[in-house]
């Protein structure tokens, strides 16, 4: 196989370049209307209570069956782990940094009628 040489970059997306934000990566999962993740760059400190209220939220909002979820008792992992959700705690808190992945799950609503992903 040929390989096209030693590939060297200054990526864009390191720490120092967000001014005290991280980015923060969300899926909603078995919601095929969002296919990936969305990005956004918050601070560390962003009680979880704004996070969701004032990024989860307004991000969802287009999906019929957003007005119906409780994203603050939903299903949430960081990276891969579990969390529970307190809305006084920061992301930082529950272990968020930069580049972080939160996954949700919302059991009853699998996408509309259903039609969840296999995520």
């Known amino acids: 196989m040929e390989t096209i040489g030693k590939y060297e970059f200054e990526p ?7 001014h005290g934000n991280i980015v923060v990566y969300i899926l909603w999962e078995k919601h095929l209307a969002y296919a990936n993740p969305i990005a ?5 400190e962003m009680p979880l209570g704004d996070f969701i209220n004032g990024v989860v939220v307004p991000a969802y909002s287009a999906h019929p069956n957003a007005s119906k979820v409780d994203f603050m ?3 949430w992992t960081v990276d891969g782990h579990e969390v529970t959700l307190d ?3 920061s992301l930082k808190d529950i272990g968020v940094g930069h580049k972080s992945v ?3 799950k919302t059991p009853g609503f699998e ?4 039609a969840g992903s296999a995520a």
């Not at 864009?12 to 967000?18: G, I, P, Q, R, Y």
């Not at 956004?40 to 560390?44: D, M, R, S, T």
């Not at 996408?111 to 259903?114: F, I, K, M, P, Q």
């Open 40 to 44: 956004f760059p918050l601070p560390p």
């Open 87 to 89: 809305p006084a705690k």
């Open 12 to 18: 864009a997306d390191k720490l120092e370049n967000f």
């Open 73 to 75: 008792t939903a299903e």
């Open 111 to 114: 996408g509309l009628v259903g």
């Open 102 to 104: 939160l996954r949700v």
